[in-house]
Every structure is written in C-alpha cells, then in structure tokens.
T-cell receptor, first 108, second 116 residues
C-alpha cells in the first residue's frame, strides 16, 4: 500500500462542473501539498496545507489531519484546468512523498 | 517569472555519454535542492537531496557514482548522469527550498533526457 493514495486516477468532466480529487495518506506529516503538472512536465505548487482549508481563485483545498485525508476542489472547471494533479505529503527534512496523480480532462 | 530554472530543458544523447543538468534558483538562496526522476505515467521519485557545501544524500537504489550531484553554491546544483544508458531516459526535475517561510519551495521546469 502506497503511503499516499489519490482518487480517482483519471477524471473527465464537462466545462463548468465541480470537481473533487481526494488524497489519503498513512504517515505522520508536517504539511500536505497539492501540485499541478502540465503536459510539458512543469510542476506548479497550488497549495500547502497543515490544517483547515485554503482557497485560491476557483481552487479550494481542505485537510482533515485526524482522518489523514485531503481534498482538492475546482469550481466552474475550464478546459485550461486539464492537467495532472498531484498530492504530496511532507515529512521530516522537507522530504516529499508523492501520490500517483490524477489526470483531469475538462472538455468544452 | 520563473524562480527556478533548469538547463537544458531537453537533451538527446548517445549511450555511454555523460549529461549534465543544471538547476538554478533565480531569486533566492536555495539551502536545499532535491532531485527527482519521473518515468511516464508514474509519480516523481526522489533521487537525492543536496545541501550547499556538503555531499548529497542519495536514496536507496540510486547509484551515487552514476548520478553525480554538486551543490557548489546557494543558487546552483548540478546533476550529471554518467555513462548514460537508454534506461536512464526519463524526466528529471529539481525542487528547491529556501528554509525560509512556509510555501517557499519551487520546482524547476524539468529536463527531458532521451538516451539513444
């Protein structure tokens, strides 16, 4: 069993739909990161969470430390949101362990 | 603008040659740089962690004599793939932390290595 598990692996949505990607982890963490990777490979850091909820534009990230679970929500999805979304947990020494990613495709 | 650069972005080389990949932090001092490798459809795998002025710490299974890491300054780390083979073809990406406020971490744009 991986230390970080994401679901779903693949997600196809229509433009405008509300999207949720889930992440569960099994280790103690200092923080959890949500990352976005575009087809070219570049990675953008979306959120770093240690508790509660953060919002940036149409993106919302939540974390429940007791349940070791986090969700990334995208409201009013758009084709430009199509990318791989990666959950990563941070442990000692700023070390990151990555989930396998969720491939999101938003169709117009 | 980008705060971490990698060079080259793409490289194709013959089997047996060595390839050097540079990771630079542009706007801040990078106390720690992490090197990752990503094969198609897989997650990023940590290869090594480097701190400025000290030897890199390699993950289990990563050959330190094959993947040479030099972190000579607070803004530059290099990864050299020595005697590259086709199985080394992958996407190599660096991650930089400053040791400063939370959220201060950035990924480089990555280097796509193809070994023929």
């Amino acid at each position: 069993k991986n230390e970080v598990e994401q679901s779903p692996q693949n997600l196809t949505a229509q433009e405008g739909e509300f999207i949720t990607i889930n992440c569960s982890y099994s280790v103690g963490i200092s923080a959890l990161h949500w990352l976005q990777q575009h087809p070219g490979g570049g990675i953008v850091s979306l959120f770093m969470l240690s508790s509660g909820k953060k919002k940036h534009g149409r993106l919302i990230a939540t974390i429940n430390i007791q349940e070791k679970h986090s969700s990334l929500h995208i409201t009013a999805s758009h084709p430009r949101d199509s990318a791989v979304y990666i959950c990563a947990v941070e442990t000692s020494g700023s070390r990151l362990t990555f989930g396998e990613g969720t491939q999101l495709t938003v169709n117009p | 603008g980008a705060v971490v650069s990698q060079h080259p972005s793409r490289v194709i080389c013959k089997s047996g040659t060595s390839v050097k990949i540079e990771c630079r932090s542009l706007d801040f001092q990078a106390t720690t740089m992490f090197w990752y490798r990503q094969f198609p459809k897989q997650s990023l795998m940590l290869m090594a962690t480097s701190n400025e002025g000290s030897k890199a710490t390699y993950e289990q299974g990563v050959e330190k004599d094959k993947f040479l890491i030099n972190h000579a300054s607070l803004t530059l780390s290099t990864l050299t793939v020595t005697s590259a083979h086709p199985e080394d073809s992958s996407f190599y990406i660096c991650r930089v932390t400053s040791g400063g406020p939370p959220d201060t971490q950035y990924f480089g744009p990555g280097t796509r290595l193809t070994v023929l």
